[in-house]
């Protein structure tokens, strides 16, 4: 009991376990199986390298994002534990210098690809060394039902077959029941005791705006809030991406692109870039973030309608694995509407998936329409029961106030109805408000009814009002043509004034919505200090070649930043700080505080 905690403070410097961590490493300490389900950030990776620190023998962990084991080995070997990885990236000789040291007990915790673990002359390594525990990460590859399946997770029941008294934890972030089942029974693991945690993402602040002029307000949004920091920003179509991260660079954003389209080698340098340097932004299709470890990720922005909640979480999920407050940022307007509306309906699946797709698309709508929490919304989506308000999302900071919508919508349905259900919304809008365009002239549209009566509205106000009568089903979009907008039965109720609407008031978000409560840490600052901080963790990194958040995490920086801590005990005091990085970095780090303490003053 003792050691768990001991390992825990000294090593990663940390004072409590969360969550489930404490049952966890306790129970495979015991020698027990384990399944974990925990979201991203949640501090899977503990859940095992405590254990098998404790325990005798090395830690043998499975995980098949090779790009990601060097980095993962690299934040162990920060923190003074000795690791080791074995995948097709190493030399012969370099094979052998890891079995030798596996075999002489000198590896505490050894990462191997799942090809790697297969081979004979890993497994014959494996029977003739002590072993901890076997840990498979990203266990939901297992499952023929996700997106992430790997042929060889299959055969690693040999695990369970071969090393029957060895203790066996599968974890994973993304597991519905079916995939679930399969992780336990295709691993043999119907013994082991299930750890399932909510998948709320507590330090995540969601927000929804309504699509205006995207790229400004993209642009006014990183400005404003995070203006030195990380994060990546998510687009639908190649063409698009290209075009925002060279806008974005024009003005004079370290923006890079991200997608399908690129040669591998330029995919892995700009996803290098990206993991190495500070306020670095990737704008990517959905091609991005399967093995993305970054840590500091502050914001995850789309500019287009994900095609579901569940891409939307696994998107938005990949801000944050610090803790840190970080930022799901949405814009979201009726021409989205219409993009998906008509990929849908192209797609060449058949009818059954359309429908499952159709409906994956309406919940969307519903997340961005609703006034209700949206982390509740999200969550009872994913079958939990969460009682929101959660107090941090955007309507829950400036509660959305609806207005009785009954009129303007007769409006906005009989425009349609009196144009003959022919036309696009650009011109049903100028023919409310009265604009005599030259389409307009030419139907002859200045003399329907529905001319100029909607001028106590503007043309953005008629925008919101449509898109919203779209998302209730009021109207579709004929996508065969040119995206006309036409009726639904649905509509007739409202048009004869039997049944009214509450429409949702835009309001321009504004940036006081950020930190009413803050989750666990302050969110990060912006001043002096803490870019010579983040200045001083960069060059370190770069001298080490590892990422920046190896050496230490923004949650570990905020912490410094806010306490300024002046000796080697006030140092250590710091959560993240063991003892091997305040042997390496606590009198550099305290120096600079000091330094800028100094200048302050001076000033
Ligand atoms: P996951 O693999 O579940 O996405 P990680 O294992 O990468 O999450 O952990 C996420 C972050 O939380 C890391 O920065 C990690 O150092 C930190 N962390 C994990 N457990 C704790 C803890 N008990 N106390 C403080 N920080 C922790
Ligand atoms: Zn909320």
Not at 265 to 273: A, F, I, S
Not at 383 to 399: A, I, V
Not at 539 to 549: E, I
């Amino acid at each position: 009991m003792n050691a768990m905690y001991d390992v825990l403070r000294t090593i990663f410097g940390y004072d409590e376990f969360r969550g489930h961590q404490h049952d966890i490493v306790s129970h495979l300490i015991q020698g027990q199986d384990a399944f974990v389900l925990m979201p991203t950030g949640a501090g899977k990776s503990l859940c095992y390298q405590i254990p098998s620190l404790v325990r005798k023998g090395v830690g043998v962990v499975i995980s098949p994002l090779i790009a990601l084991m060097q980095d993962q080995v690299d934040a162990l070997l920060q923190l003074g534990v000795k690791a080791g990885l074995l995948n097709s990236t190493l030399s012969a000789n370099e094979v052998n210098k890891i079995e030798n040291r596996v075999l002489q007990g000198d590896i505490d915790i050894l990462y191997i690809s799942p090809e790697r673990l297969l081979m004979p002359r890993c497994l014959d390594l494996l029977t003739h060394t002590e072993i901890a525990l076997f840990a498979i990460d990203e266990a939901h590859c297992v499952s023929q039902w996700g997106h992430d399946f790997r042929p060889e997770y299959m055969q690693l029941s040999i695990l369970k077959s071969q090393f029957p008294h060895i203790p066996c934890i599968a974890l994973t972030a993304t597991a519905d029941e079916p995939t679930r089942r399969d992780i336990i029974s295709q691993l043999g693991l119907a013994n082991a005791k299930q750890f399932v945690s909510s998948f709320d993402r507590p330090n995540i602040q969601y927000c929804v705006v309504e699509k205006n002029n995207p790229r400004e307000q993209l642009h006014h949004f990183l400005t404003t809030e995070y203006p030195q920091e990380a994060g990546i920003v998510y687009c639908l179509s190649r063409k698009k991406v290209e075009e925002t991260a060279t806008w974005l660079q024009e003005k004079g954003w370290d923006a890079l692109p991200y997608h399908a389209g690129l040669s591998n080698q330029l995919r892995l340098k700009h996803q290098q870039h990206f993991i190495r340097e500070e306020a670095s932004i990737i704008v990517a299709t959905i091609a991005f973030g399967m093995g993305i470890d970054k840590s500091n990720v502050r914001f995850v922005a789309h500019l287009d309608l994900p095609k579901s909640l569940e891409n939307y979480y696994q998107e938005t999920g990949r801000a944050g694995r610090d803790g840190m407050p970080a930022k799901a940022w949405l814009s979201y307007g009726l021409s989205d509407l219409i993009t998906l509306q008509q990929m849908l309906s192209n797609s060449q699946a058949d009818e059954k998936h359309k429908r499952i797709e159709r409906r994956k698309l309406e919940a969307v709508l519903g997340f961005c329409e609703t006034t209700l929490c949206r982390r509740e919304v999200l969550l009872n989506y994913f079958g939990e029961t969460y009682q929101g308000p959660c107090g941090y999302c955007d309507n829950c900071l400036q509660p959305v106030t609806t207005w009785d919508g009954k009129i303007a919508a007769q409006m906005a349905l009989s425009c349609i109805y009196r144009t003959g259900q022919r036309f696009g919304v650009k011109h049903l809008i100028d023919v409310l408000i009265g604009k005599v365009t030259p389409q307009v002239e030419r139907f002859k549209h200045q003399h329907v009814s529905t001319f100029g009566i909607g001028k106590d509205y503007t043309a953005q106000q008629w925008s919101s009002i449509y898109r919203q009568l779209v998302a209730a089903n009021l109207i579709t979009i004929d996508i065969s043509g040119f995206g006309s907008l036409r009726l639904t039965e649905k509509s007739l109720p409202i048009l004869r004034g039997e049944q009214t609407i509450a429409l949702r008031k835009e309001t321009p978000k504004t940036k006081k919505t950020k930190n009413k409560r803050e989750k666990g840490n302050a969110s990060t600052p912006t001043d002096k200090l803490w870019a010579a901080l983040k200045a001083k963790r960069l060059a370190l990194a770069k001298d080490q070649g590892v990422p920046p958040y190896v050496i230490f995490h923004d949650s570990t920086l905020a912490e410094m930043h806010a306490k300024k801590p002046k000796t080697l005990d006030e140092f250590a005091e710091i959560s993240g700080v063991g003892e091997s990085k305040l042997q390496r970095y606590g009198r550099e780090f305290i120096e600079l505080i000091c330094q800028q303490q100094a200048e302050l003053n001076f000033a």
